[in-house]
């Protein structure tokens, strides 16, 4: 493979196709279902998967199939079929790539900077700026380029398949009704490559070794059928606010974070360790420093290790959203009558998450404070996922495409959110390698105001994937 060739036409079709194509990307509010319910009258999501279809439709490469895949009330799924480089059609029993990627958002989380806006697209040097680029707009583009690039630069393939969903920032429940539907047509990868996930920065390809799981859901404490004059019920009427803390008391450390459950802290595996030690190194400050800090706060703890263990592997809470509590300047004298917080649990990769929510409803409902109403109305979970080992072929292959689009070696490390698409596929094909990286890298805020796709981290992405894909097909087996 010619690799300055690669990456000139990578280069080049970046810059004149998929930039100003995920600008039209970024303008359409796809929002997930979770965030928008009414998602199929609005048809953003079907426009959002309607444009990526149409821009792959127009690549020219050889015996590409796309199809719009939608079952009854579920989110639509891009389905695309490549054969293996030289074959005229699909081959019985060909050894198979899968790539995966998703095109739903996130809502808009505002405020976002001056002269930035979640819909209206901004590049601002090798940033562009919208919501839905780099989490993970970009992800079919890449992957049919590096396909496509591969090919031009001498190059070849495996049998290739590309599923883009439109459910996953809801926690891919639409999913595994696809990959069932179709399976015949999957087959059995033994490599997946997602592009759906973070770097520690951009100077070097980083490889995900893990995902945390996640248990959300609300929390709800009610203590009067309306509300009442301070004045009058404080000292009678225990506060549903108190009582909140108390019971959230149950599950953590409010002086440390910890989670107190201790069956939620599964042993983490030496490599892992090794894997965070090595990564703090490289970081260093940077593991920290990346964050948005308001004046004066510091990590919760020094070391940068712990840190990195405590963002990929340790289960921490955070509430994510509040109702009952009125905003400042209409909060009146009043002992409300409820106080209601969503909860966002992260889970160490190898927590069974069905058994971690029964665990924390009871721990946060049983024998309530005062006699008080205390639900706690779970969401669906997501399970994590740890790495399987390495293969020597695809080690080999990775360090070698870090080196050569990057300049530097390749770096390991477990990533702190979820993607339910890798326990899904890692319990349906455990031969299977799995290459999981990203361009979520620092200042990215995925999720969050100001989500910007880092331009050139996505050009080598690209030259990296068309490597291993290459390097794919040439292992030994």
Not at 74 to 93: C, D, H, K, N, Q
Request: hydrophobic share 40%; proline share 7%.
């Amino acid at each position: 493979m010619d690799s300055a060739k690669l990456t000139a036409r990578i280069e080049k079709a970046w810059e004149e196709s998929i930039v100003p194509a995920i600008t039209e990307y970024i303008r359409i509010p796809a929002k997930s279902p979770a965030f928008e319910p009414e998602w199929a009258a609005k048809g953003h999501l079907h426009a959002a998967v309607k444009l990526i279809e149409g821009w792959c439709k127009k690549r020219p490469i050889a015996g590409l199939t796309t199809e719009i895949v939608e079952l009854p009330g579920r989110t639509p799924v891009l389905f695309m079929e490549i054969p293996a480089s030289g074959a005229e059609g699909p081959i019985e029993g060909a050894d198979t790539v899968l790539l995966y990627g998703h095109y739903d958002k996130q809502p808009e989380f505002l405020p976002w900077a001056e002269g930035l806006s979640p819909w209206e697209p901004v590049r601002q040097g090798d940033r562009l700026y919208g919501r839905g680029g780099a989490d993970d707009g970009y992800a079919a583009f890449a992957s049919l380029l590096a396909i496509e690039a591969l090919g031009c630069a001498g190059g070849r393939h495996a049998r290739c398949v590309v599923v883009i969903e439109g459910c996953e920032e809801s926690g891919s429940y639409d999913l595994p009704h696809y990959i069932d539907h179709l399976k015949a047509r999957i087959g059995t990868p033994s490599l997946v490559v997602c592009l759906d996930s973070g770097c520690g920065n951009y100077d070097q390809l980083w490889l995900t070794t893990s995902l945390r799981g996640l248990v959300t859901g609300n929390l709800r404490v009610e203590v009067l059928r309306e509300g009442l004059h301070s004045g009058d019920a404080s000292g009678v009427v225990p506060s549903s606010f108190r009582i909140l803390r108390n019971v959230l008391d149950r599950i953590e450390r409010s002086d440390t974070g910890e989670i107190l459950l201790r069956s939620l802290h599964p042993e983490i595996p030496e490599e892992r360790r090794r894997q965070a030690s090595e990564t703090a190194q490289v970081l260093g400050k940077d593991s920290f420093a990346r964050f948005p800090w308001a004046d004066g706060t510091t990590p919760m703890v020094s070391d940068a290790t712990e840190l990195v263990l405590n963002r990929t592997w340790r289960p921490f809470l955070s509430v994510t959203g509040a109702e009952g509590l009125p905003a400042l300047g209409s909060a009146g004298n009043v002992l409300r009558p409820f106080t209601s917080v969503k909860l966002s649990l992260r889970l160490a990769p190898t927590t069974d998450p069905a058994a971690a929510r029964t665990e924390l409803i009871e721990a946060l409902t049983k024998e309530p404070p005062h006699g008080a109403t205390v639900t706690f109305k779970s969401e669906q979970g997501a399970s994590g996922w740890n790495a399987p080992a390495t293969a020597p072929w695809l080690k080999k292959s990775l360090s070698e495409a870090s080196q050569a689009f990057f300049g530097k070696p390749v770096c390991a490390m477990g990533e702190g959110g979820t993607i339910p698409f890798m326990a899904m596929l890692g319990d349906k094909f455990p031969e299977a390698q799995f290459v999981i990286t990203g361009v979520l890298g620092p200042q990215s805020n995925a999720h969050g105001p100001n989500e910007f796709l880092h331009i050139p981290t996505g050009k080598k992405l690209t030259s990296v994937v068309a490597q291993i894909l290459d390097d794919h097909l040439k292992r030994e087996r």
